[in-house]
């Protein structure tokens, strides 16, 4: 699977952007899928979780109610609504996959349990 994470960009605090990762090369149906985030000297953070079906979501609290994943399996594509937009919400945001159609496993939001990753976009919000 590869995974072709865009969207990114400069924005002010307060504005919105639509992250998309473009699935290809495999059923992109049973797939679970994630974003992650890394900030300059920090490490990879969980950021939102969709299983296979697009029916059962998780999210870090640092972003629940800002941010809504959402796929679209007819487009092989898995979206990140981000709004109200923080500048500690600057970094690389990555999407990740695994095939697997099970319930949702600590390992995959922590992000060892995926195993495909996109190049992650840039998101840098300014104050």
């Known amino acids: 699977v590869q995974l072709q994470a865009s969207g990114g960009g400069l924005v002010q605090a307060g504005g919105s952007l639509k992250l998309s990762c473009a699935a290809s090369g495999s059923t992109f149906s049973t797939y679970a899928m994630g974003w992650f985030r890394q900030a300059p000297g920090k490490e990879r953070e969980f950021v939102a979780y969709i299983n296979y079906s697009g029916a059962i979501t998780y999210y870090a609290d640092s972003v629940k109610g800002r941010f809504t994943i959402s796929s679209d399996n007819a487009k092989n594509t898995v979206y990140l609504q981000i709004n109200s937009l923080k500048p500690e919400d600057t970094a690389v945001y990555y999407c990740?996959?695994?095939?697997?159609?099970?319930?949702?496993?600590?390992?995959?939001?922590?992000?060892?349990?995926?195993?495909?990753w996109g190049k992650g976009t840039l998101v840098t919000v300014s104050s």
């Open positions: 990740a996959a695994v095939h697997y159609v099970g319930r949702v496993r600590a390992d995959l939001l922590r992000g060892y349990g995926m195993d495909y």
